[in-house]
C-alpha cells in the first residue's frame, strides 16, 4: 500500500471510532451492572467474576473480531453494509425478491457488479430450492424484516441505557435516597436536547465525536491498566475457557440467566457493518483490532481486578467503583459525553434502516431530509424523530433500572445478530459461491453462540425482554401489510393499464385539447398507459402539449449513479411529445428535491431528443422489423436509451429491447390474469443486438436537413412547455378488500392499509411536489 493509501486509511480508521464504534465502547459502563444484577454473586473465590471475564473476552473475540471483522465485513454490497445490504445481494443472485418492477437493463448499471464464475453444483442445488418455493421468498422477507425491526427496537433502546449508565455515576455524590431523582431528570434532559439537535444533522459537530470516544477509550484503557497492576496482575488467567466450564457448572441455571448481561459487552458490533459504507473495510479492520478491541479487555479485566479484591454487595457492583476517587469526576464528563456520541451514532442509523426499507416498500412513506450536500447519508426523519424521542423517555422513566433497559437491549441486540448470521450464511453460498459445508460450519458456530445469549435473554421477558419483541410484532406486522398492499395495487395497475392505441387516438375530433405546460404523470408501471390517466381525461378531457409519464422505483443497490438514473424513452411517434422516464433509486440514495429534479429531467428529455433524432434517423433501426417498432414515427414503444450526463459520441449505453419470457416475480401472493402483464417485472432473456451504420450517401444532405428542422421543432415545443409551468399528475387512492375476502385480508387492506396511508406522508411531500403545481386523481382499488 502507498504512503497516501496509508495515511487515508489511518485517517479513515480515527474518523470511524466516532461514528462506529460510540457505542460498542461504552458498554462497560453496564456490562457487569447487569450481569451481577440479582442471578449470581461473586463469592471469596473469585470464580464466578473470572468466569464472567472469560465469557466476555471470549465473546468479544469471537464475534466482533472474527465474525464481523473478518468475515462479515467481506459480504458488502458496492461497499455497503447492513441487513438490507445483504438482502439486496441474494436477490441479485438469486430470483427470491418481492420487488415487483425487475428490468433486465438494471442489471447493467455499473452498481450492479454480479458476476457469473462456475457454481458448485451444491451452491446451484440451494438457489433451486430457494427460487422454486414461493414460501422461502416470504420467509426471506419476514426475516429481514424482523431484523429491521429490531435494528430500530435498538434506536430505541440503546439511547436510554447508555445515558443513564453514565448519569448514574452521580450516585457517588449524592445520597442513595435521592439518587433516582437526580439521575432521572438529567438523563430525561440530556435526551431531550440529544433528539432535539438532530435535523442540525451531524457534519456540522461530527468532528467533536471521534475525539471524544478516542479519549474515552485511552481513559478506559488507563483505568483498566491501573486496576490490573493495582489490584491483581494474575486476572489474565480468567482468558482459560475452564472458567467458563467452572462458571456453569458452579452457578448452574442462575449461570445461565446472568448471560443476558454478559452479551451486552457486544452491543453496537452491528454498526462495524451497518457504517461500513462511510468507511473503509481495512479502516474499521484497524480502529477495532489495534484500538476498539484492547481498549475493551483491559477496562474488563481491571473492573475484574477490582472486584476480585473487593467482595460486596450487588449494587456495589458497577463501573464507576472501580474509578479512583480523584479522577471520578473528569471520567463522569467524559462517560457522558461519549453515550451521547454513541446514542447519535444509533438513532442515525435508524433513519438510515427506516429509508432503506421505504425503499423496499416496506415502510409507510416518511419524509426523509438529506442534512448535508458534502457528506453522503447524512439523513433526517423528522416523525421518527420524535416518536422515538417519546418512547425513549418513555423507557427511561418506565424502568428506572440498569437491569430491565438491559435485558430489552440485549434480546434486540442478538436477533439482529441471529439475522446476519442467516443471511451471511446464504451470502456465502449464493454470492461467494463456497461450499454449503462452510456456510453451515458458519452458521452453527456463531449462530450456536448468539442462540446461546438469546435464550438467556428469553427468561427476562417480564424484566424489560418483553419490550423489543412487543416492538417488533407491531412493526413487523405494519411493514409487512405495507408491502403486501403494496404489491397487490401494482398488480391491479398492471391489470387495468390502457393501451397505446388508447392514447394515440386522442385528440381534438374525440373533444380532448392539449394545453400547454409540460404534465409528470407519476405511475409504477413502466410500460403502457396507467389507469389513473385514462381517469384523469375522462373527467377532464385535456392534457398537456408534453406528456411525460415517470415512474420511481427502487432497484436492489445500493447507488445508482446520476449518469445512469434515468431512462428516457418515447411513448408514440415523436409528433405526439409523450415519453416515459424511469428514476431509478438504490435503497441508501435520497431522492433529490423537486427543482432539480424538474430541471434535471427536462435536461435529460432534451439530451434523449438530440440523441434520438441524430442515432435513429441516421442510423438503421435496431429493432425487430417482425413487431413493428421502429423510433421517431414508432406507434409503440421500442427503446429506453440510459441518459446521463455523458456526451453522446456513440451508441448509448443500453437499450431496453429483449425478448421477454413469462415468469412471475410477485410470489407468496396471487399473481395477475394477464401473462402480458407480468413479463413486464422480469424479463428474461436479452438479445444483443448491433448498431449498423447504412446512411444512404445521395440524400444525406436533404435528410440530414429535414432531422435538424424537426429536432429544432421538438426542442423548441419542449422549452415553451416548460415556460408555461409544469403540472405533476399524482393518484390518490383508496383501497378495499374485494367481496368474499377472508376476514384476515379485509382486517389487514380495509383497516391496517388505509389507517397507514391516511395518517403517513402522501405521496407528493415523498416526491416534494410543490402543492401549486399539483394535480390529484382520485383512484379506488379493489384487491
Request: glycine share 6%; hydrophobic share 45%; aromatic share 12%.
Amino acid at each position: 500500500m502507498e504512503k497516501d493509501s496509508w495515511k487515508t486509511t489511518l485517517l479513515l480508521a480515527y474518523q470511524s471510532l466516532g461514528v462506529v464504534y460510540g457505542d460498542l465502547s461504552i458498554s462497560p459502563l453496564y456490562v457487569y451492572k447487569s450481569t451481577f444484577a440479582e442471578d449470581i454473586h461473586h463469592s471469596d473465590t473469585n470464580e464466578e467474576i473470572f468466569g464472567v471475564l472469560s465469557f466476555v473476552f471470549w465473546t468479544l473475540t469471537l464475534v466482533p473480531l472474527f465474525k464481523y471483522v473478518f468475515i462479515v465485513l467481506r459480504a458488502d454490497d458496492n461497499g455497503e453494509g447492513g441487513i438490507c445490504a445483504l438482502y439486496s445481494l441474494i436477490c441479485r443472485h438469486a430470483k427470491v425478491c418481492l420487488l415487483p418492477n425487475r428490468q433486465v437493463t438494471d442489471e447493467a448499471m455499473s452498481t450492479y457488479k454480479l458476476e457469473h464464475p462456475p457454481q458448485r453444483e451444491n451452491s446451484s442445488r440451494v438457489k433451486l430450492l430457494l427460487e422454486k418455493h414461493k414460501s422461502l421468498h416470504t420467509a426471506l422477507l419476514i426475516l429481514v424484516l424482523l431484523g429491521a425491526c429490531m435494528v430500530i427496537g435498538d434506536g430505541l433502546l440503546t439511547p436510554a441505557i447508555c445515558v443513564f449508565s453514565a448519569v448514574s455515576g452521580l450516585e457517588f455524590s449524592v445520597s442513595k435516597e435521592h439518587h433516582q431523582y437526580a439521575v432521572i431528570p438529567i438523563t430525561c434532559f440530556i435526551l431531550v436536547c440529544l433528539f432535539a439537535l438532530q435535523h442540525y444533522g451531524t457534519h456540522r459537530i461530527g468532528f467533536f465525536f471521534a475525539p471524544v470516544v478516542l479519549t474515552w477509550l485511552l481513559c478506559i484503557s488507563a483505568l483498566g491498566l491501573y486496576n490490573i497492576f493495582r489490584w491483581n496482575p494474575q486476572v489474565y488467567r480468567a482468558f482459560s475457557p475452564y472458567y467458563m466450564l467452572k462458571f456453569l457448572k458452579k452457578t448452574r441455571k442462575r449461570g445461565w440467566m446472568s448471560l443476558g448481561g454478559i452479551l451486552l459487552c457486544i452491543t453496537g458490533s452491528e454498526a462495524m457493518f451497518n457504517e461500513l459504507g462511510h468507511f473503509s473495510y481495512t479502516a474499521i479492520q484497524i480502529a477495532f483490532t489495534f484500538l476498539v478491541y484492547p481498549a475493551l479487555i483491559l477496562i474488563y479485566m481491571g473492573q475484574t481486578a477490582y472486584l476480585s479484591k473487593h467482595h460486596g454487595t450487588r449494587y456495589e457492583i458497577g463501573f464507576y467503583v472501580s474509578v479512583p476517587e480523584y479522577v471520578r469526576w473528569p471520567v463522569l464528563a467524559i462517560a457522558i459525553l461519549a453515550s451521547v456520541v454513541g446514542s447519535q451514532a444509533i438513532i442515525s442509523g435508524t433513519f438510515s434502516i427506516i429509508n432503506q426499507s421505504q425503499s423496499l416498500a416496506c415502510f409507510p412513506r416518511v419524509k426523509v431530509v438529506h442534512t448535508s450536500d458534502k457528506i453522503h447519508g447524512q439523513i433526517y426523519i423528522p416523525e421518527i424523530n420524535w416518536m422515538l424521542m417519546i418512547l425513549c423517555i418513555a423507557v427511561t422513566i418506565g424502568f428506572r433500572d440498569i437491569k430491565h433497559m438491559g435485558n430489552a437491549s440485549g434480546l434486540a441486540v442478538m436477533v439482529v445478530m441471529l439475522v446476519t448470521t442467516c443471511l451471511t450464511s446464504l451470502v456465502i453460498i449464493l454470492c461467494w459461491h463456497k461450499h454449503p459445508i462452510l456456510a453451515l460450519s458458519f452458521l452453527f458456530l456463531f449462530g450456536s453462540i448468539e442462540l446461546l445469549y438469546f435464550s438467556a435473554s428469553l427468561t427476562k421477558f417480564h424484566e424489560g425482554a418483553w419490550l423489543p419483541i412487543l416492538l417488533a410484532l407491531f412493526l413487523v406486522t405494519v411493514m409487512f401489510v405495507w408491502h403486501y398492499a403494496t404489491i397487490k395495487k401494482y398488480e391491479n395497475d398492471l391489470h387495468n393499464k390502457v393501451p397505446l392505441e388508447w392514447l394515440l387516438a386522442l385528440g381534438p375530433s374525440l373533444g380532448v385539447d392539449r394545453v400547454p405546460g409540460i404534465g409528470l404523470v407519476f405511475t409504477n408501471i413502466t410500460s403502457g398507459i396507467p389507469a389513473s390517466f385514462l381517469h384523469f381525461v375522462t373527467n377532464l378531457p385535456a392534457f398537456h402539449r408534453v406528456l411525460v409519464f415517470v415512474c420511481v422505483k427502487s432497484v436492489p443497490v445500493p447507488f445508482v449513479p446520476p449518469a445512469e438514473r434515468y431512462l428516457v424513452g418515447r411513448v408514440g411517434p415523436a409528433a405526439h411529445r409523450s415519453y416515459r422516464c424511469i428514476v431509478r433509486y438504490g435503497y441508501r440514495n435520497v431522492h433529490q428535491d423537486v427543482d432539480s429534479f424538474e430541471s434535471e429531467l427536462v435536461k435529460r428529455l432534451v439530451d434523449f431528443i438530440r440523441y434520438d433524432w441524430g442515432w435513429t434517423h441516421g442510423i438503421s433501426n435496431t429493432c425487430n422489423e417482425d413487431d413493428g417498432s421502429h423510433s421517431g414515427g414508432s406507434s409503440s414503444e421500442c427503446r429506453l436509451a440510459v441518459i446521463g450526463t455523458v456526451g453522446f459520441a456513440g451508441r448509448p449505453a443500453f437499450e431496453n429491447e429483449e425478448t421477454m419470457q413469462p415468469r412471475s416475480v410477485t410470489v407468496g401472493f396471487p399473481t395477475v390474469d394477464s401473462i402480458a402483464d407480468v413479463t413486464e417485472m422480469a424479463p428474461l432473456g436479452v438479445v444483443e443486438r448491433r448498431v449498423r451504420f447504412a446512411v444512404d450517401n445521395e440524400s444525406e444532405a436533404d435528410s440530414q436537413s429535414e432531422i435538424d428542422v424537426q429536432l429544432r421543432e421538438e426542442l423548441e415545443d419542449l422549452y415553451g412547455a416548460q415556460q408555461a409551468g409544469t403540472a405533476f399528475i399524482l393518484g390518490h387512492s383508496h383501497v378495499k378488500a374485494k367481496q368474499g375476502s377472508s376476514f384476515l385480508k379485509k382486517l389487514a387492506i380495509n383497516f391496517g392499509y388505509n389507517f397507514l396511508r391516511r395518517n403517513c406522508r402522501g405521496p407528493d411531500v415523498v416526491l416534494k411536489v410543490p402543492p401549486a403545481s399539483l394535480l390529484e386523481v382520485g383512484m379506488v382499488y379493489v384487491i
